[in-house]
Nanobody
Framework: QVQLVESGGGLVQPGGSLRLSCAAS????????MGWYRQAPGKQRELVAT???????GYSDSVKGRFTISRDNAKNTVFLQMNSLKPEDTAVYYC???????????WGQGTQVTVSS
């Protein structure tokens, strides 16, 4: 079973930047499309960015132009560079692989991002 460990969150002022990392155990990482999700208080978890094994990326409208997802298959790690952060980006951020029926693996603990002045 793959384990996911997210890190890099914190408190940042509006307009600031953060870089999140997600390390995955196991050898199956490189074959999957990986995604970053977020869950704000009282809201459903939403998918905000994806990156395919070859590097093709996709973004939700809410983060397009501000967030950049990338991956290092050799290190089983996926990153999320977040720029021009807004208070509405406040959430717990998670990564996971995209399976045919939804998230592929058990969720990690996530990393809290708080955007506030």
């Amino acid at each position: 079973q793959v384990q996911l460990v997210e890190s890099g969150g914190g408190l940042v002022q509006p307009g600031g930047s953060l870089r999140l990392s997600c390390a995955a155990s196991g050898s199956a990482f490189s074959i999957y499309v990986m995604g970053w999700y977020r869950q704000a208080p009282g809201k459903q978890r939403e998918l905000v960015a994806t990156v395919a094994s070859g590097g093709k990326t996709g973004y939700s409208d809410s983060v397009k132009g501000r967030f950049t997802i990338s991956r290092d298959n050799a290190k089983n790690t996926v990153f999320l560079q977040m720029n021009s952060l807004k208070p509405e980006d406040t959430a717990v951020y998670y990564c996971n692989a995209l399976g045919t029926r939804g998230p592929q693996w058990d969720w990690g603990q996530g990393t809290q991002v708080t955007v506030s002045s």
